[in-house]
């Protein structure tokens, strides 16, 4: 799980610095959007893609591959977060779907990587 998250982690942040895009509160409040590159560090111009949404992916993912019985509870709990973030106005619908879709990835990528050792080693 803790390999998942930070594959998840370095991959959201990397993108968050290649490209900026401003959260819907910002666009709601102050009549602001923008999108394009480079991107910033400034957090109200971050809102690609998101980091909830990727970690939680991650998460959930890794610990249904390791415990199959929490698959439910896994999986509701990552789209929770996930609807929180539109909910609160923090990230655009194709954000979180962009940050699961990332939390996905890079848990499978770990998977492989790890399982490939796994098998190595037996």
């Known amino acids: 799980m803790l ?57 959930a993912c890794a610990a249904v591959r390791s415990y199959p019985d929490v698959r439910s509870a896994a999986y509701v709990a990552a789209a929770g977060v996930v609807a929180a973030q539109v909910l609160r106005g923090a990230h655009f619908p194709a954000d979180v779907l962009a940050g699961a879709v990332i939390g996905v990835a890079a848990e499978s990528a770990v998977n492989r990587l790890t399982g490939q050792r796994r098998r190595t080693r037996s």
């Open 3 to 59: 390999q998942a998250g930070i594959v998840a982690s370095v991959v959201k942040t990397s993108l968050k610095r290649t490209v900026h895009r401003t959260r819907p509160n910002v666009l709601m409040d102050e009549g602001v959007y923008a999108r394009g590159w480079p991107g910033t560090s400034n957090g109200p111009w971050q809102s690609f893609p998101s980091g909830h949404s990727a970690l939680s992916a991650a998460v």
